[in-house]
């Protein structure tokens, strides 16, 4: 993947997603001017129906957590060189994992066994579900980008099957398992406030938030303070200097896919244990590619990645919202704003860079002379 | 130092192909040619040597358009001339023939000299022109390659007669060959000299950049001999000597004050037996190198860039298996099949300062203390936490720091981006981690490259220091007065061979300039 | 065996093909020249968005036609600006500009017509139908009516300029000038430029190609196979066609046939339901449908012969000196 030009670090991280941002919000912006819509409005209703009520911070939180698992996904394969477009199928995989796990055990199984059961189980699916590729990668040379793309493919074919074929009750057309027994649900967090007498309107943020949580914290614990982080970002940063050291790159690229693989598997104990109890089609709706939008607004960094689901998190609840209240609105309007981020952010980071670059050197200059 | 003449070595009667007069170019801090002037006769073939950075390429790289000179100005066939860019160097008749070539693997022969210059929009018409003037060009010169071949199914030697052709056929009439035998086999070379000699009949005027004497001696009129951006001599190939040339390219008065430590007694740290390796393309990049490393000597491996020097390194520190051959390190023995990797070679105590230090000696988007810890990273003392899977990064630091205070690493913050510090503190950090480890055996590549004056001195300093504790040093060093400074024993190493040792206090310049172009027969 | 069933077969095959082929030959162009695409799934879609909308408002097949052409190549060129101009990252512009469609589409969709994300039908007489009119259904008992009559005459036009734009594409290649200097400067930039020709203005070519097959692409969805755009109708259409490119090695005519083959499995898989293959017994039709993924990573892996793809793909030119 290309590096961006050197500037100084608060302007990197800082400065420059801000930037991207506001100019992907602006185009949105226009986009909402030209089919006839007020900005001021839509952006009004949308902060509203995100963060207005305890109910829609309920919301907002949980579509966060799906985004910093897959965020977190594309962050671990970033720092070890490779681009992870394949967080859509890991995640779904991930969620299979969760449904079969779930319907195989819940009914034998307390909550206390069953729920870690299942966090194991989604970490693995996700992370089988990336080995391959990572495999075909490091010792065939298949380019991973491609391999990727096709595994999100089958893996949401491989679901539908299931679905269909197998899991699907007797007699229902629902396409979707039977329900989990209770103990393989995440605990929704109204529910936990109520027992300790808080009132929390429903919402389906469930247990998974602390799940993330805890998820960052162990990525961010992995890459900078452990050793197996030192090798990866050694790997992904300069091959050649981690082959002088004596750090082997084929092991290096499964254990950053196998790790990226298992966080977005983590979607899965979100939406199938925590929101739908039980297995249904397209519950990861397109939250791996917004991973790949959170990880790059959050600078590959574990708090970056909070801050920009927290924002991801605002587009989505506050977009249904707008869908709701505004006529002529829809919730694809969120998703476009999500390309323009990926736009600006991404591919176009090259094109501010070295503006802000210029733009500083110049301040600097002025500074020299004037002091 | 010697004598420099300028004079030329033709009967000025005749308009000189190309005649350079008085260019400079500075790169930064580097004054990359000096004043250089001579004179090119037509229909001559013209040696240009010297030694690694004596400023051959820079000058033929202005002659052909890639840099323009700050001083001084050229003409071609007696007119005087820019040359903006290499189109207008092609539109003069000139062509050069680099040493990577540029030719699209896929691609016929045709098409590769065709592209660029297609004669219609049509391919089977252009294919066509082009196929019937090269036909008649290859009756003319004798060059032949097969046209339709794919350049990927084609051996080096027909690649380089096809930069050639495709120089010729944009009407070259100088034409400039950088290094061209680098690549070639014994018998490619000789049919390469065929190729000259008949162009030369032809009128063509030939430059060859090269430092290799016997070549030089066999084929060239004249040659123009450059050390350090400044032309030494100029002359007839008839009025000159390999010995004279080597002298006038490696021309400093040596110490010979200077006498070396007798390793003989002491044990033996590593040693090497028949390495062979060949590159992918079936050139040998190194012939039979045997050698042997005692405690306490500084052996120093001299010799042109690019004649193995690299290969040796990457050999010797387990980053790469060579194809055959022997190696004995700390008790240790290996055979190619089963190498030697750089784990292992770090456990057998020999630590290794690589010759490209941003590429593999540092990870550059690092802090220092994590750049510092390199290679020995999974260390028991790095270890802590649970099951030792967290880095000791207070250790870390603070083993950092104590080699930014020894080494005088500045500015003083382990903090800082392996990026942001200097060359010359770079290759201090990169020193102190190695050297910090107390190993039996160190390899060091181009220790001073791109490193001011004081860190020089230091490092020349510490290298001694570990040698003297007793400590078996390999240095590789394109700086000739740098080996000479430090070494106790010198290897020269031509086209992937040991030309000759030589102990330091018989060095001189005639002996090592000779081992430097000799070329094994 | 049955002249129904294999006419209507191959009437389907080829009626499925066609934007595949349209797509892989853009993917094609492009990837030779050195630059990745894989927006192949947005630039469909926008470009059948804009035919649908153009061609049931103006009336005319004309302008859907050019209203697709010209939003993939927009597309396009915004690709090269980010990634030729600027050596942004190929692969995330890619995504972005999917991301960018699918939404924006739909945004549109319901802005203008606000039905949904639909446009309205276009039009039976501004659709593409069959050129000939005849053979609309197979007949029973007459070989040459379904298999010849239905099987390959009787689809509309864009069908038949697929297919011959496989023979302008390779000609393109192998036999003109600026076919032979595209196929360079996917391999080495390097050397192209010091040959002194223009790179990115080469890649640009290649992306402007790419974009009008783009173009043609979307406007078969909605001007041939359907009557109006609905949300998200492409449905990976743009990845099987990478796909196909990939398992064609970058060259036209195997890619061809690469198109023909993930056409044929998706013609048949909705056929095959419910049969009982002798010796496999019942193929779920979800792994008929992943066939062509399936095939892909095979032949990536390098189980089927090595997949070589153009050297510089994926990687800026930047000048040396």
């Known amino acids: 993947m290309s590096q961006p030009v050197q500037l100084p670090r608060w302007m990197d991280i800082g400065l420059l997603p801000l930037w991207n941002l506001a100019v992907a919000l602006a185009v949105a912006g226009l986009v909402v001017l030209v089919i006839g819509q007020s900005p001021a409005q ?115 074919s491989l679901n539908v099957y299931l679905l269909v074929n197998l899991l699907r009750p007797k007699g229902s057309m629902a396409v979707e398992s039977s329900m989990f027994a209770d103990s393989a649900r995440m605990p929704a967090l109204h529910e936990l406030a109520a027992r300790l007498g808080f009132e929390l309107p429903s919402s389906p943020l469930n247990l998974s938030l602390v799940l993330a949580l805890a998820a960052c914290v162990f990525v961010w614990w992995f890459l900078w303070k452990s050793r197996a982080g030192y090798a990866l970002r050694a790997v992904g940063s300069a091959p050649k200097a981690a082959h002088y050291a004596g750090i082997r790159p084929r092991m290096q690229v499964l254990v950053a896919m196998g790790l990226s693989g298992a966080l977005a598997g983590m979607v899965g104990i979100n939406e199938i244990s925590g929101v739908q109890g039980k297995l249904t089609l397209d519950f990861v709706a397109g939250a791996g590619f917004t991973g790949i939008a959170v990880s790059l607004m959050g600078r590959n960094h574990p708090v970056g990645i909070v801050l920009a689901s927290l924002l991801f998190g605002v587009l989505y609840q506050g977009g249904v919202e707008v869908s709701f209240e505004i006529p002529g609105f829809s919730r694809e309007m969120v998703v476009t704003v999500q390309g323009l981020i990926v736009l600006f952010a991404g591919a176009m980071a090259m094109v501010s860079a070295p503006l802000f670059g210029r733009l500083y050197l110049l301040f600097k200059s002025k500074e020299a002379a004037h002091g | 130092m010697s004598e420099i003449s300028s004079g030329t070595a033709v009967p000025s009667a005749v308009t000189p192909a190309v005649r350079l007069a008085g260019i400079s170019k500075r790169f930064g801090a580097v004054q990359a040619n000096r004043g250089v002037e001579f004179e090119i006769a037509p229909g001559t073939v013209h040696g240009l040597v010297g030694e690694n950075g004596a400023g051959k390429s820079t000058l033929m790289a202005i002659l052909y358009g890639y840099y323009q000179a700050d001083a001084g100005h050229i003409e071609v066939q007696g007119q005087r001339v820019q040359i903006a860019n290499s189109h207008q160097a092609i539109a003069l008749g000139i062509g050069m023939v680099h040493q990577h070539f540029m030719l699209v693997d896929t691609l016929s022969c045709l098409d590769n000299v065709m ?41 080096v030697g027909e690649l380089q007669r096809l930069e050639i052709l495709k120089a010729l056929y944009r009407g070259a009439r100088i034409l400039i060959l950088d290094e061209p035998t680098a690549v070639l086999t014994p018998q490619e070379t000789q049919q390469l000299f065929e190729t000259l000699r008949r162009l030369r009949a032809l009128g063509t005027t030939i430059i060859l950049i090269t430092h290799k004497l016997k070549e030089v001696m066999a084929l060239c009129d004249a040659v123009t001999v450059m050390r350090a951006g400044q032309v030494i001599k100029t002359c007839d190939i008839r009025d000159t000597s390999p010995e004279d040339l080597a002298e006038a390219m490696v021309g400093r008065k040596v110490n010979l004050g200077r006498s070396g430590g007798a390793a003989e007694g002491r044990d033996e740290r590593l040693s090497v037996n028949g390495l062979c390796l060949k590159s992918e393309q079936g050139v040998a990049l190194l012939s039979d190198v045997s050698l042997s490393l005692r405690a306490g000597e500084i052996v120093g491996v001299a010799g042109v860039s690019g004649n193995g020097q690299s290969e040796l390194l990457e050999l010797l520190s387990g980053m790469r298996a060579p194809d055959a ?80 205070e020894r080494f005088d690493v500045r500015p003083r913050n382990a903090e800082l981006g392996s990026s942001k510090f200097s060359g010359g503190n770079q290759q201090k950090l990169v020193l102190a981690r190695e050297i910090g480890q107390a190993p039996a055996v160190l390899l060091v590549g181009q220790p001073t490259r791109g490193v001011d004056i004081g860190a020089i001195e230091f490092i020349h300093g510490q290298l001694r220091a570990l040698r003297d504790a007793g400590c078996a040093v390999l240095l590789v060093s394109s700086e000739l007065d740098e080996i000479l400074a430090l070494a106790d024993r010198v290897l020269v190493m031509n086209g992937g061979r040991i030309t000759g040792e030589l102990p330091i206090d018989q060095c001189d310049e005639k002996s090592l300039g000779l081992l430097m172009a000799a070329q094994a027969d | 065996m049955d002249e129904l069933l294999i006419g209507s077969v191959l009437a389907s095959t080829l009626r499925v093909t066609t934007p595949l082929l349209l797509c892989a030959l853009a993917g094609l162009l492009s990837e030779r020249s050195g630059v990745i695409d894989i927006g192949l799934e947005g630039k469909m879609l926008f470009a059948a968005f804009a035919a649908a909308a153009a061609a049931s408002v103006g009336h005319s097949t004309a302008l859907g036609l050019a209203a697709a052409i010209g939003v993939a190549c927009a597309l396009s060129l915004l690709h090269g600006f980010a990634c030729v ?24 969709g319901i802005a203008w017509f606000a039905q949904g994300g639909q446009t309205p039908p276009v039009g039976p007489e501004v659709r593409l139908t069959s050129l000939s009119g005849a053979y609309a259904e197979p007949v029973a008992g007459n070989w040459f009516a379904s298999v010849i ?93 990478l796909a196909a490119m990939i398992f064609g090695k970058w060259k036209p005519v195997p890619t061809l046939l690469a198109c023909l083959l993930f056409g044929f499995l998706d013609a048949v898989a909705i056929r095959l339901q419910g049969v009982a293959i002798p010796g496999i017994g019942e193929v779920p039709v979800q792994l008929i449908q992943a066939l062509p993924y399936i095939l892909t990573v095979v032949l990536l892996a390098g189980f089927i012969g090595q997949a070589m793809a153009p050297q510089a793909l994926g990687r800026p030119y930047v000048k040396e000196r």
């Open chain 1, 42 to 156: 839509a952006l009004t209703v949308l902060l509203n129906g995100a963060l207005g009520s305890t109910r829609g911070l309920g919301y907002t939180l949980y579509y966060a957590t799906t985004f910093i698992f897959t965020g977190l996904a594309v962050a671990v394969a970033f720092h070890g060189g490779l681009f992870n477009i394949g967080g859509e199928g890991q995640a779904t995989v991930g969620g299979i994992g969760v449904g079969l796990t779930a319907l195989w055990l819940s009914p034998h199984l307390p909550a206390p066994l069953m729920l870690p059961v299942l966090v194991l189980a989604a970490a693995l699916f996700g992370m089988a579900w990336a080995a391959i590729p990572a495999y075909l990668q490091a010792w065939r040379g298949s380019h991973i980008v491609i391999t990727t793309i096709m595994f999100n493919f089958l893996a949401s």
């Open chain 2, 115 to 155: 592209l660029g210059a297609e004669p219609a929009f049509f391919l089977a018409r252009a294919k066509r022109e082009v196929r019937a003037k090269l036909e008649a060009l290859m009756r003319d010169t004798g060059l032949h390659v097969h046209l339709d071949a794919l350049v990927a199914d084609l051996p």
């Open chain 2, 325 to 404: 051959g022997r190696m004995s390190l700390g008790g240790a023995s290996f055979e190619a099949a089963r190498w030697l990797e750089p784990r292992g070679a770090r456990a057998l105590k020999l630590a290794h300062v690589p010759e490209d230090r941003h590429a593999c000696g540092m990870v550059m988007s690092f802090p220092a203390w994590e750049t510092a810890v390199l290679g020995y990273h999974d260390q028991a003392q790095y270890r802590c936490g649970p099951g030792g899977l967290t880095m000791n990064e207070g250790h870390m630091r603070a083993q950092t720091a104590e080699m930014m």
């Open chain 3, 85 to 108: 101009s600027h050596k942004g990252d190929q692969v995330i512009t890619g995504v972005a500009l999917n991301m960018v469609a699918a939404g924006l589409t739909v945004v549109l």
């Open chain 3, 149 to 241: 009559g239905h099987g390959l005459l009787s689809h509309n036009a864009l069908v038949y300029l697929a297919f011959f734009l496989v023979a302008a594409v390779w000609f393109f290649l192998e036999h003109t000038k600026p076919g032979l200097r595209l196929r360079a400067v996917g391999e080495n930039p390097a050397m192209v430029d010091a040959a002194g020709v223009s790179v990115p203005r080469l890649r640009y070519a290649a992306l402007l190609m790419n974009g009008v097959l783009c173009g043609l692409a979307g406007s078969y969805l909605t001007l041939a196979q359907n009557a109006s755009f609905s949300p998200n109708m492409t449905a990976g259409r743009g990845f099987i066609a």
